[in-house]
Structures are given as C-alpha cells and as structure tokens.
C-alpha cells in the first residue's frame, strides 16, 4: 500500500460544500470511494475512504470536500499499473492530519498536532511505504507580519523534522501554494514557499480557483481540480522516477 500524509488546515481538511456549518452531502464521481482507498481513522485503524476524509480528526469545524480522495482517485490507476507482477494490485492508504485554523507553530516539533502527525504517519508506514506529504497551509500564517517573515524558516524546519522523525531524508513533500488569505501578506507567504530550496520539495499553485462566498475556502469543483493538480505533481516528479 502506497502511504499519503495529507496535512495542514482547513484548505486540506476540506470546506468544500459546506454553508452555515453544514455539508451539503454532495460527493463528485472524482471523489466517490474506492475500495482500494484506504483512511487511518482517529482509532488508527484502516477502514475504506469515504468523504469527508477529516471528519473525525479536525472535530471542532464542519468538514466537507478536500483534495484528498480527488488525489487519490487520480493516482490510483499510474500506481497499478506500474506495479509488476500478475495480479497484484496496489492500494492507497490516507492518513488525514490537517486542522483548521492552525498557524505553523502549532505544527513545531513537539507540539500535539505535530506529535501526531508523525505518529499517525509511524503507525501507517507499518502497512506500506510512505509516497508523500501533502501540505496545504499558511493562511492563519497570513495574518501576522511576524508570522509571514518566519514563515520560510518555519517550514522548512517542519520539512527537516519530518524527515528525520520517521527517518526518511529524502521524503517528497508537495505543498500547496495559499490562494487566499490576508491580502497584505498572502504574497509574502506565497513568495516564502516558491522559496523552499530542499530537495523533493514540489509547490503547486492554485490561485484563480473559485472560492466559497467567504474568499477564504476551495469550493468542492476547486478542490477536485487540487486534487488532480497534486496527483499530478506526484505522479510527474516522484511516481516516474521511480517506477
């Protein structure tokens, strides 16, 4: 089973569909289960994926529609037919980790959500091989001059940590650009993670998707195409070079 950490905030954990605290229930073909998709649930047990994949981990909002399973769903095909041998198919396995409304501090090396991140990311490793950290995160971020300006340094520090915690140097981490946020600093944060100079760092840009009337959350059509936009960029620059 291929292993995808998918964290950060509200943007991951997933908005789409969601109004006055309510999700809509709507769920696109691009995101509708497989049975070769797996989620680590808040349990830590392996149950067959379904949205909204944060459901039970980022527990103080309503989640909706994320990345995630769109991701997953577009990858899912490149990873079996790449994989040798007849009869053999190759599952997805998602460990969902983002919460809401989190600055990157909050994901500082012993830290809760940082703390458990790497052990839901320990546990799932024991089922399979980590393909990837998805990272979408920054607009909390946004709101601090301070916070901007420490913000390069910051994730890569989150990046290094990572790696070393589950003792994986050369781990590939694809981070989302913001596409929103505070208007005074949202291009300095965006500047700081087209900065990122570590290797197996990809950074995909979203910006012009269409937003949900609060000019803050990826609508459900957006985050499909984010989705397939970081399925993309995984299958490009990391699944290729080593099928």
Partial sequence: MRIFVLSGQSNMSGRGGVHRRHWDGVVPPECAPDPSILRLSAALQWEEAREP???????TKTCGIGPGMAFA?????????????????????????????????EWSRGEHLYEQMVC??????????????????????AESDA???????????????????????????IQVALASGNKRNIEKVRNAQFSVNLPNVVTVDPMGMAL????????????????KMLAEA?????LTATC
């Fill in 120 to 141: 839901r990311s320990r546990v799932a490793a024991g089922y399979g091989e980590i393909g990837a950290v998805l990272w979408y995160q920054g607009e909390s971020d």
């Fill in 73 to 105: 769903r577009a990858v899912l095909p490149r990873l079996q037919e790449d994989t040798p041998g007849a009869g053999t198919r190759t599952g997805i396995g998602l460990v969902p980790c983002a919460v809401g409304g989190t600055a990157i501090r």
């Fill in 53 to 59: 994949l944060h459901a039970d981990i980022d527990t």
């Fill in 234 to 238: 995984y299958i490009m620059n990391f």
């Fill in 212 to 227: 949900k009337e609060d000019n803050l959350h990826l609508t459900t059509e957006s985050q499909v195409k984010l989705g």
């Fill in 147 to 173: 916070d901007t300006g420490a913000y390069l340094e910051n994730v890569e520090r989150l990046i290094g940590n990572v790696r070393a915690d589950l003792g994986m140097p050369q781990l590939p981490f």
